[in-house]
């Protein structure tokens, strides 16, 4: 009985994955092509992000930093995200 159960959540799970990577499959495909830190499943790079909003803060200028002030990916979880640090980056995005 245990192992069914078992069964039955294995593949609910897996169903829930593929209907996630369906549902973001625009955003999978923008992603591949932009710099950023390297993701995990579920959280993304939410654990870099623990502490106080000076440590935040400090972690994302250090990422710009890093990708030379150009727009990188971040996922914070399930949820995708563009950070740019240049205003002419904006007014292409904007126009």
Known sequence: ?????AYIIGIVLVMVWCYFKWQNRRFEKLAAIMPGPPAYP???I???FFGSSE???S????LVKEYNLSPIKLWLGPYFAVSISKPEDLQVITF
Do not use: L, S
């Open 42 to 44: 579920i959280i993304g």
């Open 1 to 5: 009985m245990i192992e069914i159960i």
């Open 46 to 48: 939410g654990y870099t």
């Open 55 to 57: 440590h935040v803060m």
């Open 59 to 62: 972690k994302i200028i250090d």
